[in-house]
């Protein structure tokens, strides 16, 4: 028997699967009558001792039992999943019905038709109604064992590309407990038509709604790992449109970093972004990296902890982690300690606003690169209470850091940047340009230890970004908030940021600046219509919610300032901004370096010196503060 051709009969009929239960209830129930009959008459007078007008009694006792049914609401119930509750309820119609045929008999005279009939008809459709449902399941649990191996009910999932990864994804999972493949969908016009691994090529990945639908499919699996981004963003656009939970087998990345093809996941915001991969002057960042002694602040946050991971692929000879939280750097540390156990570690508890912890740090490991990364980011946290604590943190331990870096001699040293330090409309940004002036201003004293920055945009899954926060809502049911319809980010991945920050340590010269390009801006609203329908859920059914801009927050983020001009460098789409003279007098410094006193400023002064020493400071409306 070709099992798979009757699973896919049986979920072509299931849009209908209640009216024909109750047809084949009532058949039963006509059955069960006849062998009533023939129980209580047998073979000889089975026919010829009916009264005449027995066919129009079975037809009102059919016609009371199919009643009770649907008022029971029995056949709503799903066979494959009959069981004791079933039979309890089914025992129920037929009392009820078995008692209102025979008063009904009674009462009408009808006195031909055998006592014992009315009385053994519904034993004998309760037997015929329960052997139907379980023969069904039995058959159904077959049916499931001798497609996947288990009588389990599956994930019914039809896998979008039927090259070698989709191949090698069914071999994996078709077997496994829970999971059936019904087919595979694919473009290929040669591949139409045919079967891999045994599972049959439906047709191309446009038709993915209607053979949903037809085949009852659970679940969608993109496998596609060596399309192109655009083939991929395709893909993924048109399993959306099926309002299915939509999986991915592991991309080209991931494959080469040791994960299975089989391991299915779900789709991440950076499958949806599909962008090409920055290609690295691998080389130069290992000669910038390789054997020596690496210091990174803010180590275990979104962006420190990658630098860790990114770092400690290229060898260096001691890896310094410097972080305030106590938790944050346990983490790392034990991550780091895993997948390297032969790197050695520093692990600092420490607080780039103390400058001479800085300095004994510093001069005791001597660190050769350093990566800066400990920052407040969040921006309306920094924006009212905490801009004080945004100015010391941000901007004075910039400067802290570099002091210390000077002073044991490093080669280089990176601050981690942002687009919202480009004509700034809240603290968060400002501080941040604020710092990227320090950079400047260490870069022309004359020391040995090259400054500069890189500077990027959104990264997804970092703490506190927006992603989280939607996959949070969407798992609660909704609504998914969002701040603006026509808010729109740059993002990047978290690998992608810290690899370009190595890139940067590696090219970058004294006082410049680094920049991604970061192809196209996103949508907000878009990607969290596409996170909801992704996860297999309706717009409708979840709901987008306006909240408003923030304090500080405004609609469209910048790489490059107006008046900044890029250069490129060897490595494509990263460029050099050549900033305006940002040295000055040193002023800057100086003011920055008040704010590490004990007295703690209150918002206005901050504003009004950042807004003095930043002059591109604005309000999102244009005005200044």
Not at 344 to 367: E, T
Not at 560 to 583: E, N
Request: charged residues 20%.
């Amino acid at each position: 028997m070709n099992w798979l051709s009757l699973d896919a009969f049986l979920t072509r009929i299931r849009p209908y699967r209640e009216t024909l239960a109750l047809g084949l209830d009532m058949v039963a129930v006509a059955l069960a009558w006849q062998a009533t009959y023939l129980f209580r008459l047998g073979f000889e007078r089975w026919f010829s001792a009916r009264p005449g007008y027995d066919g129009w009694v079975m037809l009102g006792v059919v016609v009371v039992y199919g009643g009770l049914l649907w008022l029971f609401q029995v056949p709503k119930g799903m066979w494959r999943f009959s069981g004791f509750g079933e039979v309890k309820r089914l025992a129920a119609v037929c009392v009820a019905a078995g008692l209102i045929g025979a008063v009904a008999v009674l009462m009408a005279q009808l006195a031909a038709v055998p006592r014992a009939v009315l009385a053994l008809h519904p034993v004998f459709t309760l037997m015929a109604l329960a052997m139907m449902r379980m023969g069904y399941r039995m058959l159904y649990e077959h049916m499931r064992s001798r497609i996947s191996g288990s009588a389990l009910e599956q994930r019914r999932a039809l896998v979008m590309g039927a090259g070698d990864a989709g191949r090698l994804l069914v071999a994996g999972i078709q077997h496994q407990q829970g999971w059936v493949v019904v087919g595979y969908l694919d473009d290929a016009p040669e591949k139409r038509g045919a079967r891999v691994g045994g599972v049959p090529v439906l047709g191309t990945l446009e038709e993915l709604p209607r053979f949903a639908e037809l085949h009852g499919i659970t679940h969608v699996i993109v496998a596609m790992p060596a399309a192109t981004s655009v083939q991929r963003r395709r893909a993924l656009a048109l399993a959306g449109r099926a309002s299915l939970p939509v999986l991915t087998v592991p991309s080209s990345e991931e494959l080469l970093a040791g994960r299975s093809v089989n391991q299915v996941r779900d789709i991440e915001p950076e499958d949806l972004l599909g962008r090409e991969p920055v290609q690295l002057d691998e080389s130069g960042i290992s000669e910038c990296v390789s054997s020596k002694t690496v210091l990174i602040t803010g180590a275990g946050g979104s962006i420190g902890s990658e630098l860790c991971r990114q770092v400690a692929r290229y060898g260096p000879s001691r890896l310094v982690l410097f972080e305030l939280s106590e938790f944050a750097l346990y983490s790392i540390e034990q991550e780091l300690s895993e997948k390297f156990p032969h790197l050695p570690l520093v692990r600092l508890i420490g607080d780039v606003k103390d400058l001479a912890h800085l300095r004994h740090v510093f001069l005791k490991h001597r660190p050769q690169v350093v990566f800066h990364a400990a920052a407040y980011k969040h921006v309306p946290l920094m924006e009212e209470e905490n801009a004080w604590a945004a100015l010391r943190n941000n901007t004075l331990g910039t400067y802290h850091a570099c002091v210390a870096a000077a002073a044991a001699g490093a080669e280089r040293f990176v601050l981690i940047s942002t687009d919202k330090a480009v004509n700034p409309t809240n603290v968060m940004g400002a501080t941040k340009r604020a710092a990227e002036q320090v950079i400047s201003h260490m870069a022309a004293q004359g020391h040995s230890t090259k400054f500069m920055a890189v500077r990027f945009g959104n990264v997804l899954g970092s703490s506190g970004s927006v992603i989280p926060k939607f996959k949070e809502q969407i798992a609660k049911g909704g609504p998914v908030t969002v701040t603006h319809p026509d808010i729109i980010r740059y993002f990047m991945t978290i690998p992608e940021a810290a690899r370009l920050v190595l890139q940067a340590a590696a090219i970058g010269d004294s006082g410049q600046v680094m920049v991604l390009d970061m192809g196209d801006p996103v949508k907000i609203v878009d990607l969290a219509r596409d996170m909801i329908r992704l996860a297999g859920r309706s717009e409708q059914e979840i709901g987008i919610q306006f909240t408003g801009l923030r304090p500080g927050e405004k609609l469209y983020e910048e790489l490059i300032a107006d008046a900044d001009t890029t250069l490129p460098t060897k490595v494509s789409r990263v460029r050099i901004a050549r900033l305006g003279d940002l040295a000055g007098d040193g002023a800057v410094v100086e003011w920055v370096c008040q704010a590490g006193g004990s007295e703690e400023w209150s918002r206005e002064t901050v504003v009004a010196g950042l807004r003095r020493f930043v002059p591109e400071y604005v309000r999102p409306g244009g005005g200044a503060r």
